[in-house]
């Protein structure tokens, strides 16, 4: 039987969660995505590579998953967690909105034209190895990573992130947090073919995709269309698998990396510095279709912090 007291302490404790939940709802995101998809990729690659084996497509393919996966599902719990049906409703809108002005469906054009734009003089100057093929599974894996990721780097932890360091802030933290992320995948299925190429084609990855960040928060803040996001996304990944040799060197792909690199850059430098005035003055505004939870629930029951400030103050954590 329970006691007033047991009654007490239990709220207490559920108090004490909620207020860890959205006070550092990010931190805990990153940490649970982080744990998960890496753990999920050494289940599959680990014991190959302890072996000392060849890690086949197959087990690549395999490890996806988890990092397909993650970002999805925990901040789809996070947002109920954080922010509760209300929350995710809100996610589902966003996620939802494809009435845009057809401009912002045009900048997906731009990191095909940026990988030809790299590809062509190199295929010309450097080596025929260059050239750019058409390898149409590239689209399926595009979109798998556009539409699962997004919801977790742009439906939950950017809207955050944004208030705290603002529009161009929060594209450079999340950019930089995201590819981080793939360090243990890329590592465990790449680092046996690079070699001592592994460790620099990594950093230009990095550096590109952070350039990737930035114009495709620039898409959503001006749509406030998760959508959008998960487009940008999916153009940028597909077009590197579709269009990119997969026949090149580690020397020749790293070489690529650093000239797309600066190439995407550039075109980022040209947003920043058109739009990134406009983007900065919203830093505290609340994003398009974002509203954090009210310390309430939905049917008006005081939330779990107002639950705290009730009990009597020897009671409360």
Request: net charge positive; proline share 6%.
């Amino acid at each position: 039987m329970m006691t007033k007291e047991t009654t007490t302490v239990e709220m207490a404790r559920e108090g004490r969660t909620h207020v860890k939940l959205r006070d550092h709802p990010v931190t805990i995101y990153f940490i649970m995505v982080f744990a998960v998809a890496w753990a999920g990729c050494f289940a599959v690659i680990g014991p190959r590579l302890m072996r000392g084996e060849a890690v086949p497509f197959s087990d690549m393919a395999l490890a996806a998953i988890p990092m397909f996966l993650a970002p999805t599902l925990i901040g789809v719990a996070m947002t109920v967690l954080a922010d509760g049906k209300a929350g995710l409703r809100e996610l589902f809108s966003r996620m939802r909105k494809w009435r845009v002005d057809p401009r912002w469906y045009a900048s997906l054009f731009i990191f095909p034209m940026m990988i030809l734009a790299c590809l062509l003089p190199l295929s010309v100057l450097v080596s025929s190895d260059f050239t750019p093929y058409l390898f149409l599974p590239g689209i399926v894996i595009g979109l798998m990573a556009g539409y699962f990721e997004e919801i977790g780097w742009t439906g939950f932890a950017f809207p955050r992130l944004r208030l705290k360091y603002g529009v161009l802030g929060g594209a450079l933290v999340i950019g930089l947090l995201q590819t981080t992320w793939h360090v243990a995948a890329d590592f465990m299925g790449a680092y046996g073919a690079r070699g001592a190429y592994w460790l620099p084609h990594f950093i230009l990855f990095m550096i590109s995709m952070m350039a990737m960040r930035v114009l495709l928060v620039w898409v959503y803040v001006k749509t406030g269309s998760v959508l959008a996001a998960q487009l940008v996304h999916a153009s940028s990944t597909g077009f590197l698998s579709v269009l990119v040799p997969l026949s090149l060197s580690p020397a020749q792909d790293t070489l690529f990396y650093g000239v797309y690199s600066v190439a995407l850059w550039a075109v980022a430098a040209l947003v920043i510095s058109v739009y990134g005035r406009t983007l900065q003055k919203e830093r505290q505004a609340i994003p398009t279709g974002f509203r954090p939870a009210q310390d309430r629930t939905e049917a008006g029951r005081p939330g779990p912090q107002e639950r705290i400030a009730r009990l009597p103050a020897r009671s409360r954590p």
